[in-house]
């Protein structure tokens, strides 16, 4: 592809703007830890309508900032910043010069943020920066765009309009569990809100037809017929006459139906499913029917690409292993660009982000186990890609680990995928291994793209396993839901199984394996050396829930009666159910285990009373951790650099004392300290 020299250049200087310089000289093997905690340069980037700037969002720790570039040379042009613990989030362009976006406060690198409801429009070098929805009335002048407890979130930027109005959806709380939706008219200077059609039922999601109408409605409930937990759904039409048709219940038929989005020509995309195995994609008709496109017994969509030009879904992507990109639409003509690009850039995943009103221009990302991201701009006259950004300019790809897509068959004779990190220049072969349980566990899930937190492991020479156990995303609602009840049971299971295989299959050093976790992740590195005592060498426990009393009484989730509900079904409906499966009244069978805790000061899905009560447990069976860290300032996962600074090189070190073995893990101490200018 073309990569011009001085857009290269100034790749890197903007990388080095946003964070730390690293030293020109070769740095010696491995980097420093900062080499991989640090945050990227950018995370979503949208091109004007016009074309002539960028705007991405900076991750800077504690919060994200909207950053606008000139596209003709990738000079700054102005960053906004929200005042407070307030970040940037949900960025459109709404006309050539006007962006609008909403603010959040963060929760924790493993929790989703919080939107804070307000919305704000700025021009993109700056000027007329105003909120349009706020709580509480600043001024007499600013009376019109003060609301009350409704949120508001964005339908359509009505780009093509080149206005200051947006389509929205507003929300009403009816009740501690349902909200009322109307789609509004807003204008994004003067606060005024017009409402235009109000959805035909509680806890609705709208989707706009090509005329930008609301004509589908999709509803949810998380109650089954006995009360108890579980989700189910409703698809709503709504007529001509304005009248909405319910067309389909998942709790009456048996089947769900989801509507995707409406394509400029009128096509309608949906997914429809039987609530067992991976639900299928297609197209639906006003009646609702529906007419499958693509379907894989395995794995769920995990990614739609849509045509620049009339938003058409041309292709679609799988991924039970390593990413496979299906297409659906082959006789489109943008099908022809996409596999164009896709071959420019071998394995690994291409995606078009964003595109001028006319289609010409169209920023394109690439990425893959080994490459952290990386945005061009393509033009569809010149068919040439012209090189903007990288996401992390100082990694190498050639010198990251690579990661293998694994499959096995569990005691009871699930599949179950996964993902292995192999150190660079490693046979693969008789390595010190992590075992890295993911969060959740319900509908999260591992991936094959490139991860930070493994490569940190890998470039110290440790192999790194990742598996998507029963319970994770993916993989249809049925493997989700036999999660519920079995955290410390089926899960736990899996978990071992596939440390077993990484034995078996002589990837790892028996000797020599240590689990750890994050969020549910830290619950299992405490629960499965407890179901296998002796299998691991250490575990290091990091914002886990060890106690489902504590879950049940401080965390966030609790504070909901449909959280309730959630917990009562995932960690079981009596005190003996949760008591047998906390790891906090296991701690005996980790008397003789290597431990170590950290936990953020303020995280509220997990709170560190949780950590604080694994710590007591395990001291009462004469098993001092080796180290707790209980992070001020620290949420649901350390957004801090310094903070991850100190916690990796902590952990670092922890698991150099008990499976480093042969593996150079660096100076915990010198890895802390970030490279000079």
């Known amino acids: ?68 570039l000139r596209m003709s040379d990738l000079g700054l042009v102005h960053v906004n910043a929200l005042p407070g613990d307030k970040s940037v989030a949900g960025f459109r362009w709404i006309s050539d010069e006007r962006l609008v976006f909403t603010a959040v406060t963060k929760v924790g690198s493993y929790a989703l943020p919080a939107s804070t409801g307000e919305w704000f429009g700025v021009n993109a070098d700056g000027s007329q920066p105003q909120p349009f929805i706020h709580y509480g009335q600043r001024s007499a002048s600013e009376r019109r765009k003060q609301i009350g407890n409704e949120r508001y979130q964005m339908l359509d930027s009505l780009v093509d309009e080149n206005s200051r109005d947006v389509l929205m959806a507003a929300y009403y709380p009816r009740s501690s569990e349902g909200a009322g939706v109307v789609m509004v008219r807003v204008d994004t200077v003067s606060g005024e809100r017009r409402n235009l059609t109000r959805a ?11 005329k930008k109408e609301a004509r589908w409605a999709v509803c949810s409930q998380d109650t089954d017929a006995a009360g108890n937990f579980d989700i189910h759904s409703e698809v709503w039409r709504r007529g001509d006459d304005g009248r909405w048709v319910k067309l389909n219940s998942s709790a009456a038929s048996g089947r769900s139906l989801r509507v995707i989005t409406t394509a400029d020509d009128g096509t309608i995309y949906a997914m429809q499913g039987d609530g067992k195995a991976p639900e299928e994609f297609g197209t639906i008709a006003a009646d609702g029917s529906f007419r499958q496109l693509f379907a894989d017994p395995v ?35 943008d099908a022809e660009i996409f596999a164009s690009l896709s071959q420019a850039f071998p394995g690994q995943l291409v995606d078009f982000e964003s595109a001028t009103r006319d289609g010409r221009q169209i920023i394109v990302s690439v990425r893959s186990d080994r490459n952290p991201g990386e945005l061009y701009l393509y033009d569809r006259e010149t068919g040439q890609a012209r090189f903007l950004l990288k996401r992390r300019a100082w990694v190498e790809p050639a010198q990251s680990a690579t990661v293998r897509a694994f499959r096995f068959t569990s005691r009871d004779g699930l599949t179950i995928h996964g993902y292995l990190t192999i150190p660079a220049g490693s046979d693969g072969r008789n390595l010190p291994l992590i075992v890295n349980p993911h969060g959740g566990p319900m509908g999260v899930r591992d991936d094959w793209e490139y991860n930070w937190e493994t490569q940190l492991f890998a470039s110290r020479g440790y192999a790194v396993l990742q598996v998507n156990f029963r319970g994770s995303g993916g993989f249809g609602k049925a493997f989700q839901d036999m999660a519920y009840g079995n955290w410390a049971t089926g899960i736990m299971n899996d978990v071992l199984d596939a440390t077993h295989w990484a034995i078996d299959q002589g990837v790892a050093d028996r000797e020599r394996i240590c689990i750890y976790g994050g969020s549910f992740g830290g619950y299992a590195a405490m629960m499965a050396p407890a179901r296998e005592p002796g299998l691991y060498a250490c575990a290091f426990g990091y914002v886990g829930a060890y106690s489902a009393a504590i879950q049940m009484q401080r965390s966030d989730t609790s504070r909901r009666e449909s959280g309730l509900r959630y917990l009562r079904r995932a960690l079981g409906a009596t005190v003996a159910e949760q008591n047998a499966m906390s790891p906090v009244n296991h701690a005996d069978k980790l008397a003789d285990l290597p431990v ?44 801090g650099v310094d903070a991850r600074l100190s916690l990796y090189s902590q952990m670092l070190d922890f698991f150099g004392r008990h499976i480093g073995g042969r593996v150079d893990v660096g100076d915990a101490a010198a890895a802390a300290e970030p490279a000079a200018p």
Do not use: W
């Open 1 to 68: 592809m073309n990569q011009p020299l001085c857009a290269v250049l100034l790749a890197g200087l903007f990388a080095a703007v946003l964070s730390p310089a690293f030293a020109a000289e070769a740095r010696p093997a491995p980097p420093p830890v900062e080499y991989f905690a640090r945050h990227p340069a950018y995370s979503d980037a949208r091109i004007s309508p016009d074309g002539r700037y960028l705007a991405i969002s900076v991750d800077q720790g504690e919060k994200d900032v909207l950053t606008v």
């Open 200 to 210: 035909p039922a509680e806890n609705c999601g709208l989707v706009l037809d090509e």
């Open 299 to 333: 794995a769920e969509i995990s990614n739609y690409v849509f045509s620049p030009l009339d938003g058409r879904i041309i292709a679609v992507v799988t991924a039970a292993g390593v990413p496979k990109v299906h297409l659906v639409d082959e006789e489109h003509a």
């Open 596 to 639: 170590f805790l950290a936990a953020g000061a303020r995280d509220p899905r997990c709170p560190p009373e949780n950590t604080e009560a694994m710590r007591d447990a395990l001291i009462a069976v004469g098993n001092t951790p080796e180290g707790v860290i209980i992070q001020s300032g620290e949420m649901h996962g350390f957004y």
